[in-house]
């Protein structure tokens, strides 16, 4: 009988989901982040020299301290926020230290609707080299 913790290329195979298991968190976290506004989150998530577009409301930009202070604008207008982020699918690179993640994001955002304000949804997709 095979024995499954000797079994060849098992540690690679166990390596390999570990590491899209913490791809998947980290989609969860960023979204997270968002939601909460929670700018220590985004500075330990985001690499420094992010490239976010934003293509249906402003152009694209550099920099996650630029991403916070775009939120920062934001943190006014809008009351809360929702980011569901869906169809998360993990792309292991050839040298397996580098993986693109890509998914579909919707998000709502109230903009005081108990004042008479309205709830803004929009969508788009994320691509994230990690």
């Known amino acids: 009988m095979n024995d499954l913790a ?3 290329g098992l540690a690679d195979r166990l390596a390999r989901l570990e590491a899209r298991v913490a791809i998947m968190e980290l989609l969860a976290r ?3 982040a968002l939601d909460e506004w929670n700018e220590d989150d985004m500075r330990a998530l985001i690499a420094a020299d992010v ?3 934003h293509d249906a409301v402003a152009p694209p930009f550099t ?7 775009v939120m920062r604008a934001l943190r006014p207008k809008v009351q809360a926020v929702q980011h569901f982020i869906t169809n998360a ?7 397996g230290d580098h993986a693109v993640a890509r998914a579909f994001v919707f998000a ?3 903009t005081g609707v108990a004042q008479g304000g309205k709830l803004l949804q929009a969508g788009g997709a994320y691509r994230m080299e990690v």
Do not use: M, Q
């Open 63 to 69: 920099g996650v301290e630029t991403l916070i202070n």
């Open 89 to 95: 699918h993990v792309e292991p690179g050839p040298d």
């Open 108 to 110: 709502v955002h109230d």
């Open 51 to 53: 490239v976010a577009r």
């Open 30 to 32: 960023y979204g997270r």
């Open 6 to 8: 000797t079994s060849p």
